[in-house]
Structure formats: structure tokens, C-alpha cells
DNA sequence: CCAAAAGTACACAGATCTGTATACTAATAA
DNA sequence: TTATTAGTATACAGATCTGTGTACTTTTGG
């Protein structure tokens, strides 16, 4: 019923799935049964309705990681206080190896918007900043010197596994990656 | 004077500084000065034209890293054994902080093109297996039991300081990429 | 019930994009 | 020299894309 949200999900899953610049607005249209006029009083340019799709992938892949990781921490760790980034790594596999999965979003966008002026870039870059924050609280059971430096690196960890998933068809990368996040934070806590 | 490398630089360019579908056939013939014509007796399609300006690129970058390692090596290291692998990611920290870093065009082109079936796709995979290689030689000095594994977190170390520099504006991250390689050799050393 | 808000259908402007057709010109090689 | 190859200029077909204009219909709140 609320066209606005039908929209933007519609506009999100295509975007999502086969790139930005390569869907048309009549695709969106059509898939989601609302009329091109409604569309434009809703958003004034096709950006708009892209920034609107980026921020609702934004809250969802965030909901995703508050409840994923809860759940896995409490299934394959027993809630040990410490585990809560090797789960961390293990959302990130289930997501990866996952039928819906077709790389992060928003590397996808900013790989077609590739200017930092571009808003649609800065979204992007604002995404990432929420999940090092993300990843930073997992990092306080470890008590560690600086724990922002290295929630970056698990964070680097995560977006190559993604990155290599995606690109390289490795689908055990998310595995390697919470392998060597293991071995480094191994380092960090002596 | 050679047409087709004309063309294929210039797209190679253009598609990298500003997205493969956001480049139109007419900017590449504007600015390589090359007639629409000519273009299509050399290629069938843009498609042709896309692969070619990939698999230039492919050779470009690999030559690159094998220029930069060694020079790097020989500079910081003074060329022992073992450093191979620091100076490869110092090379991959030069060309991130360098003004033509735009992210990896594997990666922004898997993200435009993310059928696995499509041969763009395809070129982008095989580019990437490339560098696994590369790196895999690079950890001969440290006789480890899984080079390949091994090779493969230097990768997914990689990926996610390009993504990272280009998408978050981290542009440290290859440094951090590289500290964190540097802790788990230590660790695979033992 | 009725007026305002929200939505639909559809045509169309104007730009842009890929690819082709045609007729002419420059270079090259036997 | 002359035939062939390669390239140019340019118009254009046909598709597609974003965005607007207009007239009609549905929904909804007071």
C-alpha cells in the first residue's frame, strides 16, 4: 500500500542485483506496479530514489549483522563473551554463501560512482564507518591499545573476503578471513 | 598511428576513471580521435571493446607489480629473501596513494557486470587468480605447508585495502593490510 | 458526503546510446 | 601505377532512458 516503500525495496533488489546504472526506471516501475508519475512526486531524480535504496540496504544489512551475530554467538559459542567477532566473520559467511548474495552494495555502487563528491559515494563511505564501529564493539572483550586500528583491519578482512567471493568465485573466503583474524588477534591479546 | 591500441587505451581509461556502462562509445572515439567506423571493424561490439580494454589492463598491472616488487625490494629491504611479500604490498600502497588510483577495475567491472556467466565477469576472476599467483611466489622464502591458502588471505589482504582506499577513503589501508600480513607470516613462520 | 491528496494511464519531449550505411580519401604494396 | 586495404565523415535507424504534461480515478480524512 505505501508506494514509497514499495519502490525503494523494488529499487533496492535490482540495483542490488544487477547494477545501478544498468537498470531503467521503467524496470522499477513495472516490477513494482507504480506509475512513473508517482515515482517523481516521491523523488524528484532517479539519484534521489538511489540514495533512498542505498539507505534502506543500509538499515537492513545492519539489522541483519544485530541479529545474525547474537544468534551464532549463542549457537556456536555458547555466548563466550569474546566470541562475538569470530561470529562476526561467520554472519558474513552465511551471508556470502547465501543465494541472495551478489557482493556488498555499496562497493558495487561506488564502483559506478566513483567520485567522492558524489553523494551516492559518500553514503557508501558512511556504510563502511558503521561497520567498524560495529566491529569495534566486538573488539572490547579483547581490551586492546587501539582497538579502532584494528577493528579497520578486520574490517579490510571482511571486504576482501567479500571482494573475493564475489569477483574470484572463492567461496570459502569469508573462512579464511575469520581464520586470520583468529591468528591476529591471537597476537593482539598477548 | 595503430588504431586499435588508440581505441583501447582510451577506453581502457575511460572506463576505469568513469564506469564502463557510464562511458559511452562516442566519448572513447572523441578522445582517441578514431572513427566510429574503424571501431567497429576492429571490435563487433562494445562488449569486444570492453574485454580488450580489461585483458590491457590485466597485462598493465601485472607488469606493474613486476617492476615495483623488485625496485621496492631492492630500495627498503635491500633485497632479502624473505621481504618480497612487504614490498608487494608497499607496491600495492604506491598505487593507492597514487593520483590515478581509481579501485581495482576488476572489481568495479565484476560490480557492473556481476552475471558469472558473462565473459567480462569471467576475465575479472582469472585476473585475480593472476595476482594469487603472484603473491604464491612471493611466499616460496617462507616454505610453508598451504602456500596456496596463504596466498589466498594475501589476496583477500589486498582486496580490502583497494576497496577500503577507494570506498572509505582509507587510504592507510594497505598499510594496515600489510602490518596485518606481517603478523600472520610471523605466526606461519613458526 | 465531499474535498483534498495520492495515484494511474499514457503520450511525448529530448537526450543519448549502440550499431549500420554510404560515399569519399589516404596509405600501402605488388 | 594501380588495386586493395584502412580510415574518415556524416547521416541515420532504432532502441532506450530520464523526466514532464495532462486528464482521469481512487483513496482518505474531517
Not at 529499487?11 to 542490488?16: D, E, K, S, V
Not at 561470529?87 to 548474495?101: C, H, L, Q, R
Amino acid at each position: 500500500m505505501d508506494k514509497r516503500e514499495q519502490l525503494v525495496s523494488v529499487a533496492q533488489q535490482l540495483f542490488y542485483k544487477q547494477g545501478i546504472t544498468a537498470t531503467g526506471i521503467d524496470k522499477i516501475l513495472a516490477q513494482s506496479g507504480v506509475s512513473k508519475r508517482t515515482l517523481y512526486n516521491h523523488f524528484k531524480s532517479k539519484d534521489e530514489l538511489i540514495v533512498a535504496a542505498l539507505q534502506r540496504r543500509d538499515k537492513e544489512f545492519m539489522t541483519m549483522l544485530k541479529t545474525a551475530v547474537p544468534r551464532l554467538l549463542k549457537q556456536k559459542y555458547d555466548g563466550a563473551t569474546h566470541a562475538g567477532l569470530w561470529a562476526y566473520f561467520d554472519a558474513i559467511d552465511e551471508w556470502i554463501n547465501s543465494d541472495k548474495f551478489c557482493g556488498c552494495m555499496f562497493i558495487n555502487a561506488s564502483a559506478e560512482f566513483p567520485r567522492k563528491s558524489d553523494p551516492i559515494h559518500a553514503i557508501c563511505a558512511s556504510h563502511k564507518m558503521l561497520v567498524i564501529q560495529f566491529i569495534e564493539q566486538l573488539l572490547v572483550p579483547f581490551q586492546l591499545a587501539d582497538s579502532h586500528k584494528v577493528a579497520v583491519q578486520m574490517a579490510i578482512l571482511t571486504d576482501g573476503a567479500i571482494v573475493n567471493a564475489h569477483t574470484a568465485n572463492q567461496m570459502d573466503a569469508a573462512k579464511l578471513a575469520k581464520m586470520s583474524a583468529q591468528q591476529l588477534l591471537h597476537i593482539y591479546q598477548q
